[in-house]
């Protein structure tokens, strides 16, 4: 049988592509499905079913699909906005800063995998972002938490090797290719090992439990940021193989304004 079966969901634009005079492929995560992947037929053209906004990056709505099943492509019906986020589409940093956390969700996951806790967690992100937090901070506690989701945690709270919990009597370095800290007993420094205080440590491991809501009332140093910054991008380059371009961009325009 060619039936196909719809469905609505919440979901969030990951990207979108002109196709054709009047089409749109676009790229969701939604909240039931995971990615999904979908053409709008005549979007460009239909104000009724899909709103201006609708189908852009970020844009968050409640999305009608059909399909015939799991791996096809979907066929985009209707998009009835929950939030366009304006403030983060008028502001470059703020733009730059949401581009990043979308091209995350995008590479580290899979088309038809679920997962409501990585919905939930880009939504929250969106909003704080949207309501005027644009802290280093914000980015690193995102990636964390992306990777504790997506299934590679960076071991924080031990050493790999003696297993013993960290504390600030040791210094340590975290090993990129491993994955997590080797304490000064277990390892000395050499390529693909980067040292981290106990500080930045104990800041990353609360960064990846606090609520979202309360993010912005932890007191971090700049050194703390710096490291944080150097540790989460250097393991996510790893896993990925390649450097993300929006992260690029983000960082050139940062430095261009100090």
């Known amino acids: 049988m060619n039936t196909r079966n719809s469905f609505k969901t ?15 492929i676009v790229t969701f995560y ?3 499905f995971g990615k999904l992947k979908g ?16 189908l852009e990056p970020f844009s968050c709505s409640y999305t009608l699909f059909s399909r015939k099943g799991r791996n096809t492509l979907a066929f985009i019906e209707d998009c009835d906005i929950i939030n366009s986020y304006p403030d ?17 969700v995008d590479q580290f996951t899979r088309g038809g995998k679920e997962n409501g806790n990585l919905f939930r967690l880009l939504q929250d992100f969106l909003i704080l972002i949207e309501t005027g937090e644009t802290s280093e901070w914000l980015v690193r506690f995102f990636e964390i938490r992306l990777l504790k989701l997506s299934g590679y945690e960076p071991v924080l ?33 050499g390529f693909g090992s980067l040292p981290v205080s ?25 050194p703390s940021a710096e490291e944080s910054r150097h540790l989460l991008v250097s393991f996510i380059q790893h896993l990925l193989g390649k450097e993300l371009k929006s992260l690029r961009v983000l960082t050139e325009v940062r430095n261009m304004v100090i």
């Open 88 to 104: 983060i589409k008028g502001d470059l940093e703020k733009t730059l800063i949401a581009s990043y956390l979308v091209e995350l």
């Open 198 to 222: 106990f500080g930045t440590i104990r800041a990353l491991l609360m960064g990846k439990e606090v609520d979202p809501g309360q993010i912005n009332r932890l007191l971090l140093s700049e």
């Open 30 to 32: 939604t909240s039931d």
């Open 10 to 24: 919440p979901a969030i634009v990951l990207r979108s592509l002109d196709y054709g005079e009047s089409d749109r």
């Open 39 to 54: 053409i709008a037929k005549g979007a460009r053209r239909s104000r009724k079913r899909f709103a201006n906004s609708a």
């Open 157 to 189: 709270d031990r050493c790999l090797a003696c297993k013993k919990q960290v504390t600030n009597t040791h210094t340590y370095r975290f090993h990129v290719k491993e994955g997590g800290l080797r304490c000064n007993t277990c390892c000395s420094s």
